[in-house]
């Protein structure tokens, strides 16, 4: 198992910018595929970008493509979301999580939680106007 620890939310000013870390434990951690997911105020949680084990590929939601940058540092067992140009819309818990991708997954895969085994406590982020 993966123990996850999300840092870095805060409250920022709609345009201003965040970045949140999640440090897993354990030497696995280029194993497996990690994602972020948020969940806003009164809203089901939602998929938000996802690194491949080798951090060769990502995957962004529509809402936060070209705003959003996922990374992963193996020397440091962990995974940023760098967020930029923050709308009040992105006032969220977010969630790191970690997932074990088998050879063949649907295209959707890492968009799903329930294909994540490891998630983290969270980190709010708001974003004021």
């Known amino acids: 198992q993966v123990q996850l620890v999300e840092s870095g939310g805060g409250l920022v000013q709609a345009g201003g910018s965040l970045r949140l870390s999640c440090a897993a434990s354990?030497?696995?951690?280029?194993?497996?595929?990690m994602g972020w997911f948020r969940q806003p105020p009164g809203m089901e949680r939602e998929f938000v970008a996802a690194i491949s084990r080798s951090g060769v590929n990502s995957y962004y939601a529509d809402s936060v493509l070209g705003r959003f940058s996922i990374s992963r540092d193996s020397a440091k067992n962990t995974v940023y979301l760098q967020m930029n140009s923050l709308k009040p819309e992105d006032t969220a818990v977010y969630y790191c999580?970690?997932?074990?991708?088998?050879?063949?997954?649907?295209?959707?895969?890492?968009?799903?939680?329930?294909?994540?085994?490891?998630w983290g406590q969270g980190t709010q982020v708001t974003a004021s106007s």
């Open positions: 999580a970690a997932a074990q991708p088998p050879l063949y997954r649907s295209n959707n895969y890492y968009t799903r939680p329930n294909e994540y085994d490891f």
């Open positions: 354990g030497r696995t951690f280029s194993s497996y595929a």
